[in-house]
């Protein structure tokens, strides 16, 4: 009896709002699709009633919104699937509900008001151009994801028509590569590494290094970018200038038991907060690891596997002090009329690291920006930090994918960001991409 009771008190909502529910798409038979909109109003998802009846689910921004919005055909993906509930539920006023079951009018169902931004969405979108990759804008402050941006992309509009060719699809245009792609993080992970040192070593400060383009230990034989020779660096422009020699020189100092606690700490190997799947994130370091692993790990090469997402809250949680506040993409319900039936609100998640290390972190981000491997901010018109990344996808080191997480405004962050670029080669970096959303920002 405690068990139905306890499946009838509490959990029933949850189980009834399940995306793997079925019965939900029984309203469908007497609630018309509500819309999906953006922050602003404009509608990213709406059903269509045509003169003879039919219901027809349109898309208006096209491939813009695909991976994020998804599809109500052939399944159900995106916030179609993660609102399926909400978007077939009617909260309009009774007698009207009541004057439509009378005329046997299906009821309009409640609207999805989103966190995104139309023009955030369309610059990301328009700045990866023809590359393969992903971009996650987040509000540190609130937790509200502005633009989730995957490519290859699809038409909604046109799933079913298409959907032979994208099962099949070699480039796996249907993935959200933002939440479920898995990459080597590049020298992104740099922020994780000197975070772990910063812990392990009080002194920090008095860290330095003589980097003469390269570094061997034990037979592992690594080059800095280019080759080039930094000189007598300190953990600031270790950072800065991407210094592989130095990281790696790092990893060779760092606990391993230490470090794993602190990646589990920055949530690898664990579920994300967020309303959509992802992937989890891995770190693979051991105490059985050999030298070249420490190294390579450190620098951001090695086993480790990060999606974009997951870069993104890491910076968010810089970017506000070390707090990560939840992830939402749902500012708010309304039902046809207007009228807000549920309101989210900002919450925090879980503190990943100290209001003193987060300060740090971003002071050395600022470097980057400022005289490092990001300098394309300089003169911006606003503040900026971040972390370039180029990570090795073969055994080929020019083909490389770029990466680049950073945010804007730095004492008071507006924006958290994250970027890959599959398979860029050196012709367009994460950086760029930033930038234009960082500028369409500030338009």
């Not at 992309?153 to 898995?182: C, F, H, K, M």
């Not at 990646?263 to 693979?284: I, Q, V, W, Y």
């Not at 910076?315 to 506040?325: D, Q, Y």
Request: net charge negative; hydrophobic share 35%; with cysteine.
């Amino acid at each position: 009896m405690g068990y139905i009771i306890y499946f009838q008190a509490v959990k029933s909502k949850d189980l009834i709002k399940s995306p793997y529910n079925a019965r939900q798409d029984a309203n469908s038979k007497r609630i018309t699709r509500g819309q999906i909109q953006d922050r602003n109003g404009n509608v990213l998802a709406e059903t269509v009633t045509g003169a003879d009846g039919k219901e027809v689910r349109q898309y208006p921004y096209g491939n813009l919104f695909a991976h994020v919005v998804g599809y109500s055909q052939q399944g159900k993906t995106g916030l179609e699937s993660a609102e399926n509930y909400n978007l077939l539920t009617s909260n309009e006023f009774f007698l009207t509900k009541l004057q439509n079951e009378f005329q046997n009018k299906k009821n309009p169902g409640d609207n999805i008001v989103t966190t995104l931004d139309a023009r955030l969405q369309e610059a990301a979108w328009n700045a990866l151009g023809p590359y393969r990759g992903a971009v996650v804008a987040i509000e540190p402050s609130t937790g509200k994801i502005v633009a989730m941006v995957s490519k290859p992309d699809y038409d909604p509009n046109q799933i079913e028509e298409n959907w032979e060719y994208l099962n099949a699809d070699p480039e796996s245009a249907l993935l959200n590569r933002a939440t479920q792609g898995n990459y080597v993080p590049g020298s992104t992970f740099k922020v994780v590494t000197a975070l772990e040192y910063m812990r392990e070593h009080p002194d920090f400060e008095s860290y330095s290094y003589t980097c003469p383009g390269f570094i061997e230990h034990e037979g592992t034989l690594i080059h800095c970018y280019n080759h080039q020779a930094h000189g007598v660096v300190d953990l600031q422009d270790s950072l800065a200038y991407s210094c592989n020699a130095s990281f790696s020189n790092i990893g060779l100092m760092l606990e391993v038991p230490r470090f794993q606690k602190t990646a589990k700490e920055l949530l690898f190997d664990s579920k994300l907060p967020g309303p959509l799947p992802g992937s989890r994130s891995s770190f693979t370091l051991t105490e059985q690891s050999d030298s070249a692993d420490k190294m390579m790990t450190a620098m951001g090469q090695g086993q480790t596997q990060v999606s974009p997402y997951h870069m993104a809250l890491i910076t968010a949680s810089i970017a506000n002090g070390g707090v990560l506040m939840k992830p939402y993409l749902v500012d708010k319900i309304t039902n046809h009329s207007g009228k807000v039936i549920e309101k989210q609100m900002p919450k925090e998640y879980r503190t990943l690291m100290t209001p003193e290390e987060a300060a740090k972190l971003k002071e050395y981000m600022t470097a980057v920006t400022s005289y490092g491997t990001a300098s394309v901010f300089a003169g911006a018109g606003y503040t900026a930090a971040g972390k370039t990344g180029t990570a090795e996808y073969s055994n080929d080191q020019e083909k490389t994918h770029s990466w680049f997480i950073g945010m804007c405004d730095v004492d008071q962050p507006q924006l958290a960001i994250s970027v890959i670029i599959e398979a860029s080669d050196g012709s367009i970096s994460g950086t760029q991409v930033a930038k234009q959303v960082f500028d369409a920002y500030y338009q």
